[in-house]
T-cell receptor, first 112, second 115 residues
Framework: GQNIDQPTEMTATEGAIVQINCTYQ??????LFWYQQHAGEAPTFLSY??LDGLEEKGRFSSFLSRSKGYSYLLLKELQMKDSASYLC?????????????WGLGTSLAVNP | NAGVTQTPKFRVLKTGQSMTLLCAQD?????MYWYRQDPGMGLRLIHY???????AKGEVPDGYNVSRLKKQNFLLGLESAAPSQTSVYFC??????????????FGAGTRLSVL
């Protein structure tokens, strides 16, 4: 079956580094996306990976290992505004690859 | 640039009533999607469209209908609302199928309560 696992909640301190993990089991793979969603707001795109390795975008980096079905989102120099839910989504290449399979999200609380 | 606009933002319905949620995008995107988001369930795809005049079923299509008569608009209809349809509804659009073009841009959401 199709499954994406993320920790439900995480807590970190302002200025620190936090890593949010995502593991997936899908019938195919054609890219992994990370989105940020603040409470009461819409998800917004952060990054995507299609090849193994690290993609860096400012304070945020995302890593992918296709052989392990594993990704992580790394947030550096945490700020209070980074308190949000982080959603991992996989594009399944089997059949119709226009759809994303979404994880339930990791709620990150950044404390002073 | 407005991006993806959803109307209304909030709505309360009685069981059995009907309504239409409107999604409009001004980015000339080919693909549009309707999701619902419920606590503990994550984002679930209701219906989607890969172009003007086309629609397809997603993960949870029952009780909903959609239409894409114009490229910029994607309508979600509830013919006979049920309490189980109480949720936050998000519309999204993406430029195309290529990975880089498959980034989805979301509207602000519609919070629907069915009593």
């Amino acid at each position: 079956g199709q499954n994406i696992d993320q920790p439900t909640e995480m807590t970190a301190t302002e200025g620190a580094i936090v890593q949010i993990n995502c593991t997936y089991q899908t019938s195919g793979f054609n890219g992994l996306f990370w989105y940020q969603q603040h409470a009461g707001e819409a998800p917004t795109f952060l990054s995507y990976n299609v090849l193994d390795g690290l993609e860096e975008k400012g304070r945020f980096s995302s890593f992918l290992s296709r052989s392990k079905g594993y990704s992580y989102l790394l947030l550096k120099e945490l700020q209070m505004k980074d308190s949000a839910s982080y959603l991992c989504a996989v594009r399944d290449s089997a059949g119709n690859n226009r759809k994303l399979i979404w994880g339930l999200g990791t709620s990150l609380a950044v404390n002073p | 640039n407005a991006g993806v606009t959803q109307t209304p933002k909030f709505r309360v319905l009685k069981t059995g009533q009907s309504m239409t949620l409107l999604c409009a995008q001004d980015m000339n995107h080919e693909y549009m999607y309707w999701y619902r988001q419920d606590p503990g369930m994550g984002l679930r795809l209701i219906h989607y469209s890969v172009g003007e005049g086309t629609t397809a079923k997603g993960e949870v299509p029952d009780g909903y209908n959609v239409s894409r008569l114009k490229k910029q608009n994607f309508l979600l209809g509830l013919e006979s609302a049920a309490p189980s349809q109480t949720s936050v509804y998000f519309c999204a659009s993406s430029p195309g199928q290529d990975l880089a073009k498959n980034i989805q841009y979301f509207g602000a959401g519609t919070r629907l309560s069915v009593l």
